[in-house]
């Protein structure tokens, strides 16, 4: 599943941090959880997308902000942040260089090279850009109706995966046929007193293929994220009605929107900010935040569990599991019987894993078509069912 975000979205998040003086994510981060070492799988979403493929840097210091494009003085775009505002340049020269300049006016940015060129206005009225190709322009609005975005012919999000299904780890959808025999998810499901040194288990930890990163919470809550809404989320994000990719943002808004089962806190969380508000209101600031970490990437294998499963601390918890949409949203719940282990583990081919286990000791509320009770070949409210989580869901649970 991979969707691309505008490159002029990501801009405009930097922009409108940079402008309204928001914490950044991981800023958010370090004010609320000082003593929380955030996870892999929160970190990987942390950094945009070009920034890891076009080698740009950020640098914040006591002079401002500094971001360099990793090509040198002559090409690398540089953008400063001091008492003057903001001034962005793509070091290519005045001719042709993109500058971006804040002042008491707002923003202004201009690729330099006349009227074909990007402008971004930032006043009373929001934020305009425009690329000022006709028939190919990229148009971004900001004003009291919140962000729209507009590729118009420069494509759109690309999907790359299975085709859409069930949430394998929400309690009342049921499981496909198809999920049964294609979801990697399915290995990951077992029972508790299997959990024991030496047992062994045919796995195949799979990350996110949606290379999709946290939105500012500023920008995430400006954009429309409900059923009665997906023309227009279709819209701005250039995505056709009816195709795989609408599916996918439809089934994931759906999910969140369904209601919990009985004694299932469950919340939606659209933003790092966010996740780290509902998992502190329901466990208290005083928290870890864990992920699965696997050495290598590998497929369906067998592993050995080395040492004896690790039982975090308390019987409350909140797992955050990644969705597939346009950015980076995590469907985060909790309830009463759940336990949380940390078990080790080695593949056959000698990779070491530190793996999650999410233990639910009452499924009496899940769907009887659930794909663990599939899997397991068990009923609900019979046994304790396990699974392991994949290396980008985190679980937060009291220290």
Not at 92 to 120: A, E, F, L, R
Not at 324 to 336: I, L, M, P, R, W
Request: charge should be positive; glycine fraction near 10%; include cysteine.
């Amino acid at each position: 599943m991979e969707f691309h975000l505008p490159d002029i979205l990501v801009f405009l998040a930097i922009a409108l941090v940079t402008c309204h003086a928001a914490s950044p994510p991981e800023e958010y981060w370090n004010s609320v959880l000082p003593n929380t070492p955030m996870p892999k799988a929160v970190k990987d979403l942390l950094q945009p997308d070009f920034m890891d493929q076009k080698g740009t840097s950020v640098i914040v210091g006591k002079g401002g902000v500094n971001v360099d494009a990793g090509k040198g003085k002559p090409g690398g775009t540089t953008v400063n942040v001091g008492k003057g505002g903001v001034n962005v340049n793509s070091g290519k020269g005045k001719p042709s260089g993109t500058s971006v300049n804040v002042g008491k006016g707002g923003v202004n940015v201009n690729t330099g090279k006349g009227k074909p060129g990007t402008t971004v206005n930032v006043g009373g009225k929001g934020v305009g850009v425009n690329t000022g190709k006709p028939g190919k322009r990229t148009n971004v609005s900001v004003g009291k109706g919140g962000v729209t975005v507009n590729t118009g012919h420069k494509g759109k999000p690309v999907y790359v995966g299975v085709k859409p299904g069930p949430d394998p780890f929400a309690y009342n959808y049921a499981a496909t046929e198809n999920q049964l025999h294609d979801d990697p998810n399915v290995a990951l499901f077992f029972m508790e007193k299997d959990m024991y040194p030496g047992k062994t288990m045919n796995l195949h930890f799979t990350k996110n293929t949606n290379p999709t990163t946290f939105l500012p919470r500023q920008i995430a809550n400006s954009l429309p994220f409900s059923s009665n809404k997906l023309p227009e989320i279709f819209n701005q994000f250039s995505v056709k009605e009816g195709s795989m990719e609408a599916e996918i943002m439809k089934n994931t808004i759906r999910e969140c929107e369904e209601p919990g089962i009985k004694g299932e806190e469950k919340h939606c969380a659209t933003s790092l900010e966010s996740m780290i508000d509902f998992s502190t209101h329901m466990l208290g600031k005083n928290v870890q935040a864990i992920s699965t970490e696997v050495e290598n990437q590998t497929q369906l294998q067998k592993y050995i569990i080395t040492a004896g499963a690790k039982k975090m601390a308390g019987d409350k918890s909140v797992v955050c599991h990644r969705q597939n949409y346009a950015y980076a949203v995590f469907y985060c719940h909790s309830t009463q019987t759940t336990k949380a282990y940390m078990v080790s583990l080695e593949g056959a081919d000698g990779t070491k894993a530190q793996a999650v286990a999410i233990c639910h000791t009452d499924t009496s509320a899940w769907n009887p078509k659930h794909l663990a009770f599939q899997v397991l070949k068990v009923k609900p409210g019979t046994v304790p069912v396990c699974h392991f989580l994949p290396q980008d869901h985190v679980v937060w649970v009291p220290n």
